[in-house]
Structures are given as structure tokens and as C-alpha cells.
């Protein structure tokens, strides 16, 4: 039986919501055809086995858990192992399955590191992962592989000059404008800005969760997300999903998984030309990105009826209110037939 590592928890800001997707994929996965373990990162980066209830994960109670123990990877033999008593078990795992999100797995680390252990994982790997992950570099890949419209930006990488960074901004942005980490997700750090007195707030959030901050131009408009399955170079491409942000600014770290405020209509409320121009839009930055697996593919449409690209994420929530999993539901794709297909995409 295929032995499959749900790897949860790790050093983001995004910790809580991978506890979530975790417990979520854990839940659904086919147990008669896998073999499942579980794998916690704490918030300081340790690994451990995770054998306890599988319901202490989403309430972050799992460290509380008796039956954790703790893993070391050796290179050498490119497995993980728990050592008791001076005596190696090392773990025989045939796929990674990673539903943690941000820094530190969804930027390729992870990723990496199973690489160089020639264990396989479930989605991008390495290379796409890093450049998805940091907004300013996928900007100017699709914009030069693709062609589609893009929010103006202007980068600042460091902190500091507040003032000259500003007058920058106003000069190419205008108001309103959105300063955000240029590697993170989920909305972590991110700040609407309407007026000079909240840009250095704003950009001080941004800078604490990443050393290099985008700001943006305001994009006018609906929400709209696509779900793209690759399976060894066959792609489906969902109907795009539209997200009603229920009054919020945007759709913010608490509209997404805290107040369940936002409401969502599958498929988006957009004529059907656009719809199907939004999808070959996302399977063309998908390729363009060199991913594989899954990712989700953000845009705006605008009311003049522009598409225009925002972000890609190459490890999408997968809780129960995530957009991704409701997308492949949509397409008749299950919550567990999605994990069985992205699961046999790399074996």
C-alpha cells in the first residue's frame, strides 16, 4: 500500500490555516488505498511523527499530544527517521503531501529538501514554487510569457525612506493602493491604503512578514479564482469561482478563514466569453510559471470587462471552505478523488 506523509503545521504566518488543511485533506483521503502518517512542524521548525487524535491538529492542540516523536532526516539513507535508545526506524514514504502555506513550503524549502531526498511531493516543485511564491518575479514572468494585463507595482525592498517611497507610489499608483509582502500569502500583512497617513503603517506590517514589499495599484472590480489540475500534462481547468467580499475592503486573512463572511458563486458572475477566457488565461500562466500539480490562479474583471491577473498559489487552502477543493467539486472532481489524483500525479 502507498504510504502517504500529510505534512502539517511549519514556520509561516499561515500556521493556523494549515492545521486546517490538514486535518481537512486527513479526513478525506482514501485510508483503503493509502497508507496515511502524519507529519507536525512546530512554529520553531521541528519535525515530528504525529500518531495522537487527529483532531487535536485544527484546534493547534496536537503539540499537547503524548504521541509525537520526534524526526531527523539522514541524507544518506534519504529518509526521515525517529531514533529511540540509539536505534534508527526509518520511515518508508512514498509521497509528500504538503498542506502547509507561505514561507517555508509553499516557497520551494520543502520542497528542496524532499528533492535532495528523492522523496517525491505533490505540486510545484522547487524552482516554480520560489518563483510563484514572490509576487514581484511571477509579475515579470507572465509578463513576459503572457499576454495579460497586471496591476502597476512599484518594490521596496527596504525599510525606511518612507516618505521617498510614498511620493514614489503616488506619483505611479494613485490612491487607493495595496502594500503587501511580496512573498506571502492567505493576505498576511496586507493593507488597503486610501490616503499618505496609513502608508507607513502599512508598510511596516508588510516589511515584518517579508524583506521585500510590493505595492500596487487598486484594480476595480470582481474577485475571480481559477483551479488548474495538471496531471503528467493533462489539465483540467475549472469554471472560474467568483468571491463577493461580504463589505470587507478586500478579501482579507479574516474574510477568508476567520468571519466567513465572503460569499462565493460557482461559476463567477461574468459572461460566458469571459469565463472561458479567464481559464485558458490560467492554464497559460500556469505553463508560463512552470507548475505542476495544482495551483489556483487569481484575477480581476473589471467592469469595463478587463481580466486582469493578480496572483498564482501553488499550494492553495484546502479547507473546508477553501476555494480550490469547491471549484473540482464543482467540475464533479470529490474532495477525495482530488487528493487521489494529485496524490498519482507523482508516483
Same mark, same amino acid.
Given at each position: ?142 509578463? !513576459? @510569457? /503572457?499576454? &495579460?494585463?497586471? %496591476? ?10 518612507? $516618505? +521617498? ?45 517579508? !524583506? @521585500? /514589499?510590493? &505595492?500596487?495599484? %487598486? ?10 489540475? $495538471? +496531471? ?116
Amino acid at each position: 500500500m502507498t504510504t502517504v506523509a500529510i505534512l502539517f503545521g511549519g514556520r509561516s504566518s499561515e500556521y493556523e490555516v494549515s492545521l486546517v488543511s490538514a486535518t481537512g485533506a486527513y479526513t478525506n483521503i482514501d485510508k483503503s488505498k493509502y497508507n496515511v502518517i502524519l507529519i507536525g512542524i512546530t512554529r520553531g521548525g521541528r519535525f515530528f511523527l504525529y500518531q495522537d487524535d487527529p483532531a487535536l491538529i485544527a484546534p493547534d492542540r496536537w503539540t499537547e499530544g503524548t504521541k509525537k516523536i520526534p524526526l531527523s532526516l539522514d541524507l544518506s539513507e534519504g529518509k526521515l527517521y525517529t531514533e529511540t535508545g540509539g536505534i534508527r526506524e526509518y520511515l518508508d514514504i512514498d509521497v509528500i503531501l504538503p498542506m502547509i502555506h507561505g514561507k517555508f513550503c509553499e516557497d520551494g524549502t520543502i520542497q528542496g529538501m524532499f528533492a535532495v531526498s528523492g522523496i517525491p511531493v505533490v505540486g510545484c516543485d522547487c524552482q516554480s514554487s520560489a518563483v510563484c511564491m514572490d509576487k514581484d518575479i511571477t509579475k515579470t514572468v507572465v509578463g !513576459s @510569457k /503572457v499576454g &495579460v494585463r497586471q %496591476a502597476r507595482a512599484v518594490v521596496l525592498k527596504k525599510a525606511g525612506h518612507t $516618505e +521617498e517611497a510614498l511620493r514614489e507610489c503616488e506619483r505611479q499608483l494613485g490612491y487607493p493602493m495595496f502594500v503587501k509582502p511580496s512573498r506571502a500569502g492567505s493576505s498576511v500583512g496586507v493593507t488597503k491604503v486610501k490616503d499618505p497617513g496609513s502608508f507607513a503603517a502599512a508598510v511596516e506590517a508588510a516589511f515584518r512578514e517579508d !524583506s @521585500k /514589499v510590493l &505595492v500596487e495599484e %487598486a484594480i476595480p472590480g470582481k474577485e475571480v479564482e481559477v483551479a488548474v489540475l $495538471e +496531471e503528467k500534462g493533462i489539465y483540467t481547468v475549472a469554471h472560474p469561482a467568483e468571491i463577493d467580499n461580504g463589505g470587507a475592503e478586500f478579501y482579507d486573512y479574516d474574510t477568508k478563514y476567520i468571519t466567513n463572511s465572503s460569499t462565493f458563486y460557482i461559476p463567477a458572475r461574468i459572461p460566458e466569453e469571459a469565463q472561458e477566457k479567464v481559464r485558458g488565461l490560467a492554464e497559460a500562466i500556469f505553463r508560463a510559471l512552470d507548475c505542476s500539480g495544482f495551483a489556483r490562479v487569481d484575477f480581476f474583471y473589471t467592469p469595463e470587462g478587463d481580466l486582469v491577473f493578480n496572483e498564482i498559489n501553488t499550494l492553495p487552502g484546502f479547507t473546508p471552505i477553501s476555494m480550490y477543493p469547491k471549484m473540482m467539486i464543482n467540475e464533479g472532481i470529490s474532495y477525495s478523488e482530488l487528493l487521489d489524483r494529485l496524490i498519482r500525479t507523482v508516483l
